[in-house]
């Protein structure tokens, strides 16, 4: 589906950008093209549309060497230097953080997944002609390179782009946002029953499945006391794959009661049975 099929109409996976977070790409992977959506002081505009190539086997990848390209959202960790690289990664190559914990917990192997460009002089490659990765022509990589920041920049692989009306947006934003307000004042609070009521119950944190996580954070908890939690520069996105699954990464700062810390905060937010949002998967970073 074009951008311009859809006039009036946002990406549904945007949902809201810190000051932070100056462009975000997505990859339509049914139509081999590639979006850089950008900020303005009049909200997200289109950039850049154009051709990317991505696996052999297509989409969905679950397992190393598997020749697929992730489904997901995903951060810019770094750029290569291309003075070291082999010249079929063309102009420069920016790797991308799969797996993430969101494919950790599905069991999702193999890393590597690269942005990059082509052979010099090659122009594209065909839609299906990486080893996973995403590649774009060089002309076109050039001129993004420095739209590309490492440990900023998110990097969305959809199956097919998918448009939504910006007060739909709009109500979702105001839903998250309060949810994470109040993890932040029970978490800060050490209110541990309405804390742990954020977390669903099939959770799981680094090898602790739910029950075992919730006894580790009871004692940390209740160790530590109370302290004041402050959410800044707050990321919203929506998962393209996992339906009703949503990203909020932001830092995080602790103070108080001799405690002071900064962390980089991804909680991962699905709806329970009763339409509430919780938290499915965090990390840091």
């Given at each position: 589906?074009?951008?311009?099929?859809?006039?009036?109409?946002?990406?549904?996976?945007i949902?809201?950008?810190?000051?932070?977070?100056?462009?975000?790409?997505?990859?339509?992977?049914?139509?081999?093209?590639?979006?850089?959506?950008?900020?303005?002081?009049?909200?997200?505009?289109?950039?850049?549309?154009?051709y990317?190539?991505?696996?052999?086997?297509?989409?969905?990848?679950?397992?190393?060497?598997?020749?697929?390209?992730?489904?997901?959202?995903?951060?810019?960790?770094?750029?290569?230097?291309?003075?070291?690289?082999?010249?079929?990664?063309?102009?420069?190559?920016?790797?991308?953080?799969?797996?993430?914990?969101?494919?950790?917990?599905?069991?999702?192997?193999?890393?590597?997944?690269?942005?990059?460009?082509?052979?010099?002089?090659?122009?594209?490659?065909a839609?299906?002609?990486?080893?996973?990765?995403?590649?774009?022509?060089?002309?076109?990589?050039?001129?993004?390179?420095?739209?590309?920041?490492?440990?900023?920049?998110p990097?969305?692989?959809?199956?097919?782009?998918?448009?939504?009306?910006?007060?739909?947006?709009?109500?979702?934003r105001?839903?998250?946002?309060?949810?994470?307000?109040?993890?932040?004042?029970?978490?800060?609070?050490?209110?541990?029953?309405?804390?742990?009521?954020?977390?669903?119950?099939?959770?799981?944190?680094?090898?602790?499945?739910?029950?075992?996580?919730?006894?580790?954070?009871v004692?940390t908890?209740?160790?530590?006391?109370?302290?004041?939690?402050?959410?800044?520069?707050?990321?919203?996105?929506a998962?393209?794959?996992?339906?009703?699954?949503?990203?909020?990464?932001?830092?995080?700062?602790?103070?108080?009661?001799?405690?002071?810390s900064?962390?980089?905060?991804?909680?991962?937010?699905?709806?329970?049975?009763?339409?509430?949002?919780?938290?499915?998967?965090?990390?840091?970073?």
């Amino acid at each position: 589906m074009s951008s311009a099929l859809a006039e009036g109409a946002l990406p549904a996976y945007i949902l809201q950008l810190p000051e932070s977070v100056s462009d975000v790409f997505i990859a339509d992977t049914s139509t081999a093209t590639i979006y850089q959506y950008k900020q303005t002081t009049s909200g997200v505009s289109l950039g850049h549309e154009g051709y990317m190539s991505i696996g052999q086997q297509g989409v969905g990848k679950e397992r190393a060497w598997d020749r697929r390209t992730p489904l997901g959202v995903y951060f810019v960790v770094d750029q290569l230097d291309s003075d070291i690289m082999h010249e079929k990664y063309g102009v420069t190559a920016f790797p991308l953080d799969y797996p993430n914990v969101w494919d950790r917990k599905q069991a999702r192997t193999g890393d590597g997944i690269w942005v990059h460009g082509v052979l010099p002089n090659e122009g594209q490659r065909a839609p299906l002609d990486t080893d996973g990765c995403i590649a774009l022509p060089n002309e076109d990589l050039a001129a993004l390179k420095d739209r590309f920041v490492p440990l900023v920049t998110p990097v969305i692989v959809t199956r097919e782009m998918r448009w939504q009306d910006a007060e739909s947006i709009a109500a979702l934003r105001s839903e998250l946002n309060l949810a994470i307000k109040a993890w932040a004042k029970h978490y800060g609070e050490a209110n541990l029953h309405a804390y742990l009521s954020m977390y669903a119950d099939n959770f799981s944190y680094r090898g602790m499945q739910s029950s075992e996580w919730a006894s580790f954070r009871v004692q940390t908890l209740e160790r530590r006391g109370v302290v004041s939690i402050s959410v800044d520069n707050l990321l919203l996105l929506a998962d393209p794959e996992e339906d009703g699954l949503f990203l909020s990464r932001f830092d995080e700062t602790m103070s108080g009661s001799g405690v002071g810390s900064r962390t980089i905060k991804r909680l991962y937010w699905r709806r329970n049975d009763e339409g509430e949002l919780q938290i499915v998967a965090e990390d840091n970073g």
